[in-house]
Structures are given as structure tokens and as C-alpha cells.
């Protein structure tokens, strides 16, 4: 008898949410993919950003966040904002406020059964303390603070959910979320 493989339940899709999508959530995108590129991960993912806010829609990420994160080696330039819709709360797995009125907003616009999809990035990162601030009134060593904030964050959860993917695939169910 052919056994089919278990349909994953694993998070493979994240939305990164902030107030504007310039600043915060597409570095966070543009950093995430590049931390899943290095270990051999960004197959099993999508990503993706977005602001609570429309005002910036269509406008590429600021030019601050652009230049942290090419420093770095990554280009987010491509990227063009846009504001949450109703859809993605049906299409992630995983959405990612960076602070915590971007967790509240998200939570009073989403429906029931995505509420518990709707996490503080830094807290699932393991740090609940924490939230990374906007830094779009401030100066270019905000945008540097933001980005060691992401990187670290990103690969604590990138860790956290390749313990999932491990555990899926040897067929151990999996308790880190
Ligand atoms: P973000 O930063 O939420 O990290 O994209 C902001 C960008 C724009 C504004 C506020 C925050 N704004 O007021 O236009």
C-alpha cells in the first residue's frame, strides 16, 4: 500500500506588518528571506510585507531602509508597499506586527480564526520584552538598531521553525509553537 506523505501544517508563509511598509516590515521581509537563503530554507517560504496604513502604497521602501540593508549585502529596493487586506489573513500562516499597536491593529481587522496567526515578531523570536520601534523620525543609527533588532529576530525564528520542519519530516510532531 502506498503510504502519501501528511499534508505539512507548518508555517510557510509570513507576512511582516508595520505601520507604513517602508521602514520596518520590508527590511524585516528583505532580511528573513536572506537568513532562510543561508541555510538552504527559502523553498519552503513565502514572504511577503505590508503596513496597517496605506498612505505609502505603491512607493518603494525608504531610502534609509534600502541603504541599511544593502550595506548588508541585501536588496530590498524592488520592493512596493501596500496595505493589509482581507486576504491575508486567509493566506499567511504567520503575520508579524513589529510593534504592538501593529499587533492591535491587525487584531482588530482580522477574523477569529487568524487571531492566534498574529504574533509580536520579537516575542516569537523569544524576546517579549521588546518591540522594534519606528524609526521613520529618526536618524540613520535608528535604521542600524532596527536592523541588528531584524537580523537577530530572524534567525531566532528561522531556528525555531526549521526545529518544526525537522520534526515534520522525521514524523515527530513538534511543541515549539
Ligand atoms: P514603518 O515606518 O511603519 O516602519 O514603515 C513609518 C513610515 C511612515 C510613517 C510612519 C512610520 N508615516 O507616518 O508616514
Known amino acids: 500500500m502506498r503510504v502519501e506523505p501528511q499534508k505539512s501544517t507548518l508555517p510557510r508563509s509570513v507576512l511582516f506588518v508595520c505601520l507604513g511598509n517602508i521602514c520596518r516590515s520590508p527590511l524585516a521581509e528583505g532580511v528573513f528571506r536572506e537568513?532562510?537563503?543561508t541555510r538552504g530554507m527559502e523553498r519552503n517560504f513565502l514572504l511577503d510585507s505590508a503596513g496597517t496604513g496605506g498612505w505609502h502604497a505603491g512607493s518603494a521602501p525608504d531610502?534609509?531602509?534600502i541603504e541599511?540593508?544593502?550595506r548588508h549585502g541585501i536588496d530590498i529596493s524592488g520592493q512596493k508597499a501596500r496595505k493589509v487586506s482581507r486576504e491575508d489573513f486567509a493566506r499567511f500562516d504567520l503575520i508579524f506586527g513589529m510593534d504592538r499597536?501593529?499587533?492591535?491593529d491587525l487584531k482588530a481587522i482580522a477574523p477569529e480564526a487568524a487571531q492566534g496567526r498574529i504574533q509580536l515578531f520579537l516575542e516569537?523570536?523569544?524576546d517579549p520584552s521588546r518591540e522594534v520601534p519606528d524609526p521613520y523620525y529618526g536618524g540613520p543609527e535608528g535604521?542600524?538598531?532596527v536592523y541588528r533588532m531584524i537580523r537577530e529576530a530572524s534567525e531566532a525564528i528561522a531556528t525555531r521553525l526549521?526545529?518544526?520542519?525537522?520534526?515534520?519530516?522525521s514524523g515527530h510532531a513538534s511543541s515549539t509553537m
Open 143 to 145: 535604521f542600524a538598531s
Open 68 to 70: 541599511i540593508a544593502a
Open 101 to 104: 499597536s501593529n499587533v492591535a
Open 124 to 126: 516569537f523570536a523569544g
Open 162 to 169: 526549521d526545529g518544526r520542519v525537522a520534526a515534520s519530516e
Open 63 to 65: 531610502p534609509r531602509s
Open 35 to 37: 537568513v532562510l537563503v
